[in-house]
């Protein structure tokens, strides 16, 4: 059982925090091995969720990666989309509809996110506590094998444990590569001498130390002092968000059971067992609390309370305020409508912008300090530094085409504009216009980038002439 089923009761928890004991050291805890209905559908739920996370790096759209994170080189694909260092807009936007689902999702869902699909909920829950309880048994086990003398046996269980904790966690940080890199390129990395990529192998020692020391030792305290998100809750919550929640109205006051006796009480029997398999030590009695991750364990104990003493389940469920104390449980209010509405306008632009972007972006202006030229065979030139970027992640030759008006174009050099995924290429153009084409001091010109007859983009920029 956790220490916090032996603190005092009442009002003790509002000034105090779970993770921490009375003399400032860290309360380690031993939450009890869940089982129960929810428990099992979230084993299923995490299956699926570790099948999509470790088979997203292989899944390929268009001949690249359907997901890619690299925060290196700042090139995004989501779902397929590319999103490279120049599209700052687009990527600012996705950021900001992210956010905002965010908040509509945890207004109306509540914390569904840490409890089921947060990877660290999934790895430290799913994973890491149960190679513990598969090795050194339950809580009770856990505790006497934490105090008992390093002899043999707990030599080789903590030897076991921390063998396969280091072993899972180096396969995360492979997977955590391989959304930044792309599994290819991680392949690659593989296959090569390790001299090659001395960085790249520091990266995937250090991050396997960081997940190792996450799920080894910091665990709860990940989601209770370190995410931001969970410090969130207090302004993303209402009264109608549904989360794990006990029914107080039909559990308080809460008593101890006697056999044979009526019952003036609640349901609560005040057994702590909803306390004793918290993973973050708290006690749900106490309303909700930033602490508290979903993940259900607490409703399924509690069920199996009820299903013994004989009461219906569901003392501890989804639910939310409103629907514990006025029966009035709401899904649609007035934020909700708020919030979907900006989502809809952000999804809006943000389609928009995709389907209306093009491959390139480029700017041409006149070269700094520069005049016009008049030549002797009655045109004027115009010099220009140009760049075109390559907002796509594969390969394009592009051509620069001046469409009016007349004139031509004459590099300076032989350039290469060959670009590579999200490259850059830059150069001098000398734009030369007959005269007779020429009627105003400035003249808007008109210009398109193409790849072979596609054309990528236009755009415009202005020529100076000699005044008539
Ligand atoms: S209070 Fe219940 S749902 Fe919340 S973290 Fe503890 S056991 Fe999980
Ligand atoms: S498990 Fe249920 S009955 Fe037992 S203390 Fe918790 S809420 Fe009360």
């Not at 107080?248 to 809460?254: F, K, L, T, W």
Request: glycine share 8%; charged share 20%.
């Amino acid at each position: 059982m956790n220490e916090t089923a032996k603190l005092p009761p009442d009002d003790y928890f509002r000034d105090h925090f779970s993770g921490v004991s009375e003399d400032g050291k860290r309360n380690w805890f031993y939450p009890q091995k869940p089982k129960g209905k929810w428990h099992n559908r979230r084993v299923v739920f995490t299956v699926a969720v570790l099948g999509i996370l470790f088979a997203g790096p292989f899944l390929k759209f268009n001949g690249q990666p359907l997901l890619l994170f690299n925060v290196l080189e700042r090139k995004f694909i989501i779902f397929g989309i590319f999103i490279g260092p120049q599209d700052y807009w687009l990527f600012g936007l996705t950021m900001l509809s992210f956010m905002v689902f965010v908040v509509l999702f945890t207004t109306v869902f509540g914390r569904l996110w840490c409890g089921w699909a947060c990877p660290q909920t999934v790895f430290m829950e799913m994973v890491f506590r149960k190679i513990e309880y598969a090795i050194e048994g339950d809580a009770g086990k856990q505790k006497l094998l934490n105090k008992a003398p390093w002899n043999s046996e707990k030599i080789l269980k903590k030897g076991l444990k921390y063998t396969l904790f280091l072993t899972v966690s180096f396969l995360i940080a492979n997977l955590l590569l391989s959304y930044v890199l792309g599994v290819d390129e991680l392949a690659k990395i593989i296959r090569e001498p390790l001299a090659d990529h001395i960085p790249l192998f520091s990266g995937i020692v250090g991050f396997t130390a960081v997940f190792y020391f996450n799920f080894a030792w910091l665990r709860d305290q990940a989601c209770t002092v370190v995410c931001p998100y969970g410090r969130l809750q207090g302004v993303l919550l209402d009264r109608n968000s549904i989360m794990v929640a006990y029914d107080h109205i039909r559990g308080e006051p809460r008593g101890k059971l006697h056999k044979g006796q009526e019952r003036p009480e609640g349901d609560c029997i005040n057994c702590h067992q909803c306390v004793a398999v918290c993973p973050t030590g708290i006690d749900i009695r106490n309303g909700t609390q930033m602490e508290c991750v979903n993940c259900t364990a607490c409703i399924d104990a509690c069920d199996s309370i009820m299903d013994k003493v004989g009461f219906q389940q569901g003392l501890i469920c989804y639910t939310s305020e409103n629907a514990i104390v006025h029966k009035t449980p709401k899904l649609i209010t007035p934020r909700v409508i708020g919030y979907s509405v900006i989502l809809v306008l952000l999804w809006s632009v943000l389609g928009f912008m995709v389907v209306s972007r093009s491959d390139t972006q480029t700017t041409l202006f006149r070269a700094p300090g520069s005049q016009y030229i008049e030549n002797k065979d009655g045109t004027v030139s115009n010099l220009y530094t140009f760049k075109i970027f390559n907002k796509t992640n594969y390969i394009v030759k592009p051509t620069l085409h001046l469409d009016a008006p007349n004139g031509k174009l004459v590099f300076a050099g032989t350039p290469d504009l060959t670009l590579d995924g999200a490259g850059m290429s830059e150069g001098t153009v000398f734009i030369i216009i007959p005269k007779t084409e020429l009627k105003t001091r400035k003249t808007k010109l008109r210009l398109s980038v193409y790849q072979g007859t596609e054309k990528l983009e236009s755009f415009e920029t202005t020529f100076i002439a000699p005044e008539e």
